[in-house]
């Protein structure tokens, strides 16, 4: 490797040479080719650092001479994002502007027009504007949109940055984001873990602001969770302060870190020592240690056997976010349920297949050495089924298995259970599809072409499988000129499903046909105005159009419609599951899901109902119930949607105007 | 030594290096062109060269010139080599150097002249419409002593005076003459298909003898190819240089630079493709200046000057036994498909030791190929490869031809 990289060095310098060699008439072609050393080398490290110390050659030599970023003090921040989403030649182009930025921002170069502050506060508006690259997690029009090669440049590009300057105007926005994020209770806690680190170790957040106080929270909860702690922090010595503690300091304790798990719906490793200890030498302290409702400790005191065994299993240092799912588990009376308990004991027994085994380590980060992958699976599980709307399909093309795994969650956690210890032993799953057995190992492809582990164990263990069968289903419905999710859904996801099916995409005419009669059925369906006042029992998988913030097409999504009720203030919104780990994005046309505040449960999305309706392509429904209806839904309505969908997605497809029998 | 080039056709790069010589030159193209000439200082003089007619010829083009003393005209695309030839044949005061450059310009009398001169040509002929077409495979067929059942006998067809590939077709068979021939092909010329190793070579000519030969390795025609060329091709050097030398008589070509596609058959026999005058497409002078270490834009320019001396022209050429120390390759990437989105360099790129660099460019969001495509299109980007092994340049720009870069 060592040579290969020189010879990125040597190849740079001699193109730079011809480039500093060129006359003016061929320098701008010489500096395409340029663009591709510097392509190469800002897919790594040492490679950026190598640029940042070419970059005032490359300046002078007039590299960005008759280009947009030719002027340093006339770049626009919020433009950055689009030129890294565009490619080479541009993205590389802005990465070598990022880089000359930052040594504006740094002093060691100066620009007229543009000062080492306004440097700085340029490369902060990129970060803050650009969190996705600085986070490494991309959003679903970026995974869409850009190449593995390019996210992988800008992940490059914005670390380095962030290593090397001041970050505190970024701080407000950042502790905005980890309240956010946390504020959707995710199972997999990652993002937001790093975010915190990051925010503590990059700032000082001692001061009495408002900020200040709320981010404090969210450390204590993951590094100090206690007084306790505070005082004795680190694993040892904390372990040796639980050993002389009286009851009162552990009560105190556990009220602490149960409050604060609560408040944060993140668990510190503390939290796994406490809890254990608290259970061997005072198990009446423990549903004070997990903050439970009244249901919650009626439960424990029914279940406490097997609940102090799953605890004793499971809960270690690196395992203890499963303390929350377990939490909420105990909240919801799940124990309550036969199958769920019979479910978890077999689990506790099972041998994991070898391959599975692999996956799981495979997407644990910084594993315990001395809990094993089961451990870790009966972790998962106990996550899934207390957090059923923190399900995310990571960077996967997955949605409809993360959709899936959430429904069975919520209303068959039994049957997940199960799905669960078939496919964790097996490494093999069959499902039933129009009167054929799916076998998935005798099928060979999935939407996915290689797992993303930056996902909850459950789902590591089921997606592969699930994608494949899921796969398989749409390709045997395909060719029926109508959407394959009509007959795909019920199958994949169960008899929650009502087999009825609108889609406003006609696959006969290629075209957007009856849209105001396809929108009747939804408003008869689904808004309580019009269904009779009815509420939505089980999710209804929806097909939705994903598109940019300036409302243009980018793709397709699956996302689960979970209610629709009217928002503290009144106004009648659609709740949804959005499975891309991110449920705030900008859809265009002012249309921006909300996670928080408009009456949201935590892991929901919302939206006024009218704009859902104006992004939604296919549901399914119950005609028997909507036939009476259609004709109750007020033309204006529509018309609103109808507005929204033709200025948006609309514009992408051909409208017909003919009335459909649907 | 000439007293002003008049370059005609406009091509920065020839510009550059023409000024870096320190040679005068004036540059003739379309009024397009003199906004940016004026203000990079290069001399320049428009003209409407798509047009002939009584303000717009060669001897109004001539009294324009005078201004700037050119004594002889370069012609840089294949469109402007009557032009030059005009230009010249008052200049040298030889009527029939605009007669060659119609030579160049019609690939029938091309042909027939290269036929009466010895050189091996396939059987050709001007057809004017598909049933000429069909007569022409029937009698070629017949000289084959096709029997019933056989396959029909390979026929190209090509515009009389076309660059390249544009307009190329390859009929293998009755049927398609009717599937792939338009109206508008013809009239053009047909010929039976050329047996061999495709290749080209660029000569520079002066004083009607060649000073410099260049050998192109085609890897895939249209796509990639290499300088110098590969083992086999350089064993036949000069058989090689023979025939061109051989051609170039018989054309009696006596200034510029030839560019003739030749097919080497096992026999060692070379059957004569096509030839042009005017530079290469397919970025082969660039490859040619790396590997040979001297500026061939410049040298294409500089031996069209009949009165440049023996020491001037040793100059600007390689030393006679120079032997590049390294093969430069390229490889032009289109599109496989025909909507796309993403650009995608593949890993294996970066961490290939022959790999220069590239000039690749993201598309467009869902940008499409235009149905009615030329020749091969326009390319997306060149990849250029240097390397010591001529194997393993083959190997990588087949390879990285049938990557998919666009998806």
């Not at chain 1, 991309?138 to 995974?143: A, V």
């Not at chain 1, 949201?600 to 549901?619: D, I, M, N, W």
């Not at chain 2, 069209?304 to 032997?323: A, G, M, Q, S, V």
Request: charged fraction near 25%; glycine fraction near 6%.
């Amino acid at each position: 490797m060592g040579l290969t990289i020189d010879k990125v060095f040597n190849n740079f310098d001699q193109s730079f040479q011809e480039f500093i060699d060129s006359g003016p008439l061929t320098k701008k072609g010489k500096a395409t080719k340029l663009a591709s050393h510097i392509d190469i080398l800002s897919l790594t490290r040492s490679g950026l650092a190598f640029l940042y110390s070419k970059s005032v050659e490359l300046d002078r030599g007039g590299f960005f001479k008759d280009t947009s970023w030719s002027d340093p003090d006339k770049l626009v921040p919020y433009l950055v994002k689009g030129t890294l989403n565009y490619g080479h030649p541009s993205s590389s182009f802005e990465t070598l502007s990022e880089l000359r930025m930052l040594r504006i921002a740094k002093g060691e170069d100066s620009y007229e027009g543009i000062s080492a502050k306004d440097a700085q506060k340029f490369l902060e508006e990129v970060i803050v504007h650009n969190l996705e690259f600085a986070l490494r997690e991309p959003s679903e029009e970026t995974r869409l949109r850009m190449p593995d090669r390019e996210l992988k440049k800008a992940y490059n590009l914005f670390g380095f940055i962030m290593s090397e300057i001041d970050l505190n105007g970024v701080y407000e926005k950042l502790v905005e984001e980890v309240r956010l994020i946390c504020e959707q209770r995710p199972i997999r806690t990652q993002k937001a873990r790093e975010l915190i680190s990051l925010v503590k170790r990059r700032f000082d957040t001692s001061g009495e602001a408002k900020k200040d106080k709320m981010i404090r929270v969210f450390i204590n909860a993951l590094y100090t969770p206690s007084r306790g702690v505070r005082e004795n922090e680190n694993k040892e010595s904390y372990l040796e302060f639980l050993g002389s503690a009286d009851e009162t300091t552990l009560a105190s304790e556990a009220h602490e870190m149960g409050e604060l798990m609560n408040a944060t719906g993140l668990v510190s490793g503390y939290h796994a020592l406490l809890l254990r200890h608290i259970l061997k030498v005072n198990p009446n302290l423990v549903p004070i240690c997990l903050d439970l409702n009244d249901r919650g400790i009626a439960e424990w005191e029914k279940y406490h056997e097997l609940v102090s065994s799953l605890i004793l299993e499971t809960a270690s240092w690196d395992n203890c976010q499963c303390i929350y799912g377990l939490a909420r588990m105990l909240g919801k009376n799940l124990f309550s349920r036969r199958a769920v308990r019979v479910g978890l004991e077999n689990l506790r027994r099972i041998k994991i297949n070898s391959q599975v085994e692999k996956r799981i380590l495979k997407s644990l980060t910084e594993p315990d050495a001395d809990i094993t992958a089961l451990q870790y699976l009966i972790g998962g599980t106990i996550k899934v089924l207390g957090q059923p709307l923190g399900i995310g399909q990571g960077h996967n093309p997955t949605c409809q298995s993360a959709r899936g795994i959430s429904m069975w969650s919520q209303h068959s956690p039994a049957k997940l259970i199960d799905m669960i210890i078939t496919v964790s032993t097996q490494n093999n799953l069959i499902m039933r599809f129009e009167n054929q057995n799916l076998v998935s190992n005798n099928l060979v492809k999935g939407l996915l072409d290689q797992l993303d582990y930056n996902l909850d164990v459950v789902s590591v263990v089921l997606v592969p499988h699930l994608d494949k069968i899921y796969n398989e289903m749409m390709r045997i419905s395909a060719g029926r000129l109508e959407d394959p999710h009509k007959w795909v859904n019920p199958a994949m996801y169960g008899h929650w499903i009502q087999v009825d099916f609108a889609s406003c995409y006609d696959y006969m005419s290629n075209s957007i046909m009856d849209f105001p009669g396809y929108q009747r059925i939804f408003f008869a369906s689904f808004h309580p105005d019009f269904n009779g006042n009815r509420h939505l029992v089980y999710p209804n998988p929806v097909g939705i159009f994903i598109t940019s913030n300036k409302g243009d097409m980018i793709g397709f999504h699956a996302v689960s419609l979970l209610r629709v009720e009217k928002s503290p203030s009144g106004e009648m919104r659609a709740y949804f599951l959005n499975p891309n780990n991110e449920g705030r994005q900008d859809w265009g046309q002012g249309i921006l899901p909300s996670v928080h505040g408009k009456g949201e449960k935590q892991g929901e999305s919302s939206l006024p109902f009218h704009q859902f309706a104006a992004r939604v392509y296919a549901f399914h429904y119950s005609s028997l119930d909507v036939k009476n209806r259609l004709n109750e839904v007020p033309v204006e309505e529509i018309e609103k949607v109808e507005k929204l969908a033709r200025g948006s997605w609309g514009k992408s497809y051909t409208w017909n105007q003919q009335t459909k029998l649907w | 030594m000439a007293k002003c080039f008049a370059l005609i056709g406009w091509s920065l790069p020839v510009i550059e290096s023409m000024q870096k010589t320190g040679r005068p030159f004036v540059v003739v193209s379309f009024s397009d062109f003199e906004p940016y000439a004026n203000e990079n200082d290069i001399p320049f003089v428009s003209y409407q060269l798509d047009e002939w007619s009584d303000t717009s010829n060669s001897i109004d083009l001539y009294e324009k010139l005078k201004a700037f003393d050119a004594d002889v005209a370069v012609p840089l695309y294949e469109e402007t080599v009557e032009w030059a030839g005009a230009l010249n044949s008052i200049y040298r005061g030889d009527p029939r150097v605009l007669n060659r450059a119609f030579l160049f310009r019609n690939k029938a009398m091309m042909k027939r002249k290269a036929l009466i001169g010895g050189l091996r040509v396939g059987l050709f002929e001007e057809v004017y419409n598909k049933e000429g077409v069909k007569a022409f495979m029937k009698r070629l067929n017949q000289a084959n002593l096709q029997l019933d059942g056989e396959e029909d006998s390979w026929v190209h067809i090509k515009p009389f005076a076309s660059a390249g590939t544009v307009g190329h077709r390859l009929l293998r068979s009755m049927d398609e003459i009717d599937e792939k021939c338009e109206d508008s092909d013809f009239p053009c010329l047909a010929e039976s298909h050329l047996s061999g190793r495709e290749f080209s070579c660029e000569a520079f000519i002066n004083k009607g003898k060649i000073r410099f030969l260049n050998i192109t390795e085609y890897v895939k025609l249209g796509y990639s190819n290499f300088i110098p060329e590969g083992k086999y091709l350089e064993s036949k050097r000069d058989l090689i240089h023979k025939e061109v030398q051989k051609m170039v008589d018989i054309f009696g070509i006596e200034y510029g630079m030839v560019h003739p596609e030749w097919f080497l058959t096992e026999n060692d026999e070379l059957n004569f493709g096509e030839t042009a005058c005017r530079i290469p497409g397919g970025h082969i002078l660039e490859l040619c200046s790396k590997s040979y270490e001297f500026d061939a834009l410049a040298a294409f320019v500089i031996c069209h000057d009949p009165n440049i001396t023996e020491e001037e022209l040793d100059e600007i050429f390689p030393e006679k036994d120079f032997r590049p120390k390294n093969y430069h390759g390229n490889v032009m990437i289109y599109p496989h498909k025909r909507q796309f989105s993403k650009l995608e360099i593949p890993e294996s790129l970066n961490n290939e030791p022959y790999f220069v660099e590239h000039t690749l460019i993201a598309p467009y969001e869902g940008q499409k190929l235009s149905a009615d495509r030329d020749g091969f299109g326009n390319h997306f980007g060149t990849i250029n490869f240097k390397g010591e092994d001529p194997d393993r340049m083959t190997e990588l720009l087949k390879h990285y031809e049938e990557e998919e870069f666009y998806v």
